[in-house]
């Protein structure tokens, strides 16, 4: 059983920072995509940063300049390092995994139970 540990949400003032941890564990054979995304109440689900089967990453053009996220291959965690938060920052953040148990296996989606981030004064 893969599962995502999400960690770092907090409540913070506009113009703070916070870093997000979203550890993976279990038979992971391949991590095909690993990111993260936010939705806020009465708003839809919507991706914030990722990084592609490619490699390359993926930001919300709302967060270009201030999000960034980066991974440790070794720990199998993928990070979210916010900078300069938004009120509209203020969301539940979710990590997502896309990745295989075995070379021939199928792709298999897996969803953190997500983390509050809430930006206010």
């Known amino acids: 059983q893969v599962q995502l540990v999400e960690s770092g949400g907090n409540s913070v003032q506009p113009g703070g920072s916070l870093r997000l941890s979203c550890a993976a564990s279990?038979?992971?054979?391949?991590?095909?995509?690993m990111g993260w995304y936010r939705q806020a109440p009465g708003k839809q689900r919507e991706l914030v940063a990722a990084?592609?089967?490619?490699?390359?990453?993926n930001y919300a053009d709302s967060v270009k300049g201030r999000f960034t996220i980066s991974r440790d291959n070794a720990k199998n965690t993928v990070y979210l390092q916010m900078n300069s938060l938004k009120p509209e920052d203020t969301a539940v953040y979710i990590c997502?995994?896309?990745?295989?148990?075995?070379?021939?296996?199928?792709?298999?989606?897996?969803w953190g139970q997500g983390t509050q981030v809430t930006v206010s004064s």
């Open positions: 279990g038979n992971i054979f391949s991590s095909n995509a």
């Open positions: 997502h995994l896309k990745y295989r148990t075995r070379w021939s296996g199928p792709d298999i989606d897996r």
């Open positions: 990084f592609t089967t490619g490699g390359s990453t």
